[in-house]
C-alpha cells in the first residue's frame, strides 16, 4: 500500500511522476542521459551499477528492474545476488572491481570518500569521465532509491522480468511518453 492515499494499491514510477510533470520529466531527460548517453560505460554496466546501488539501499522495486535490465544486456543471473552477499568474491571484472568499490562507499558512507578511492579507479584503466558517469549513476539511483520508497512503492517481482525489458528496449523517455505529454500540455 503506498503511503500516499491518493496514490493506487499498485503505484509504480509512472504514478509518481505523473503527480508532478513539472519535476519528473527533465528528470527523465536527465536519467536517458546517465544510463544510454555516450560513457566509456556500457549500458549494461550502468545498469548493473543502478541495480547494485538500490540493493545496497535495500529498494526491491529498483534492484529488481535494473538487475533484469542488466541480464537484458548480458549480465548473468544472480549476479546482483551474489555482489550483494559477498562483494569481495563475487565474479567481477578486475576493472569493474573499483568501479563496484567506489559506489558502494559512495552509497553507504560518502563523507569517507578519499583520493585513493578514485585512483583504485584509475589503476584499473578508466578515466575521469568513466568516474564521473558512475558517480552520476549512483546519484541517481540514491534519488530515486528514496523516491520510490518514501512514497511507498512496492516491488512487485512477476513483473520485474518486463521492466527489465522495457529499460533495455525502450530506454527511459519512451517509457513515460504521457508525462512528457503532460509537460507539453501544462507550458501552454
Keep these: 500500500m503506498p503511503l500516499l492515499p491518493s496514490l493506487p494499491d499498485n503505484a509504480s514510477v509512472p504514478h509518481v ?9 527533465p528528470f527523465t531527460r536527465a536519467t536517458q542521459a546517465i544510463m544510454r548517453g555516450p560513457s ?3 549500458a549494461g554496466e550502468r545498469e548493473l551499477i543502478g541495480a547494485y546501488v538500490s540493493g545496497l539501499n535495500s529498494c526491491r522495486y529498483c ?12 549480465v548473468a543471473p544472480g549476479f546482483l545476488q551474489a555482489l550483494l552477499d559477498t562483494p569481495e568474491a563475487a565474479p567481477v571484472s578486475d576493472k569493474l572491481k573499483p568501479i563496484l568499490a567506489y559506489v558502494r562507499k559512495l552509497t553507504l558512507t560518502s563523507s569517507r570518500m578519499t583520493q ?11 578515466d575521469e569521465r568513466a568516474l564521473s558517469d ?6 541517481m539511483f540514491n534519488f530515486m ?11 512487485n517481482p512477476a513483473v520485474f ?3 527489465g525489458r522495457r529499460h533495455k528496449e ?15 500540455a501544462a507550458a501552454g
Design 170 to 184: 525502450l530506454g527511459y523517455i519512451d517509457q513515460f511518453p504521457q508525462l512528457f505529454e503532460m509537460e507539453k
Design 17 to 25: 511522476f505523473e503527480r508532478r510533470p513539472d519535476i519528473y520529466a
Design 134 to 139: 558512475a558517480i552520476a549513476v549512483c546519484c
Design 161 to 163: 522480468g518486463e521492466r
Design 40 to 42: 566509456p560505460l556500457t
Design 63 to 74: 534492484a529488481g528492474g535494473h538487475a533484469a535490465a542488466a541480464e537484458q544486456f548480458g
Design 116 to 126: 585513493a578511492d578514485a585512483d583504485a579507479v584509475y589503476a584499473a584503466g578508466w
Design 145 to 155: 532509491n528514496r523516491l520510490v520508497d518514501g512514497h511507498g512503492v512496492k516491488a
